[in-house]
């Protein structure tokens, strides 16, 4: 679980925090998927640290590569819509969790720790919070934010 943690951790620093701009918006050219590529190398090495080994490295390399052919495929197919990106996350989920077993050797124990995820009220409780924060603060704050438009002011001043 904690490589699972850590190389998650280190997805979601790379996608989110560290991907430039550039990259983002030019993911079918090869100079910004490489960049992308690389970012994640480094935060995965980084977040892993103590663990890093040949096999571990290995796993990383291949996990940044599959990340990046995820990100063209989807450039190239889907777009930039909420059901691509979702799918695209999930996938990348998938990848990591999977290196994961593969590192620790772990497939008849992954059950028993996907029963004990599913089982536990904290994780409703934590999936409650991000889907009401991020999807429903999301929905607030652009409806919010109409009444004070410049065409909607003018008709609020009228």
Known sequence: ???????YLAHLVADFLLQP???????TEIRPL?????IHLVCAAAAVNVGLDRRVAGAI???????????YAKARLSGDGWIAFTADQAAHVLVVALASIWL??????????IRSIVTRPLVYLYACAYVAVVFGGDTWSRRSRNPFSPRRRAVWLS
């Open 104 to 113: 620790t050797h772990s497939w008849p124990g992954t059950i028993d720790v």
């Open 21 to 27: 701009d550039w990259v983002s918006r030019r993911k």
């Open 1 to 7: 679980m904690l490589l699972f943690l850590q190389l």
């Open 61 to 71: 390399v291949s996990i940044a590569l599959i990340h990046t052919l995820l990100d």
């Open 34 to 38: 490489a960049a992308h590529a690389a």
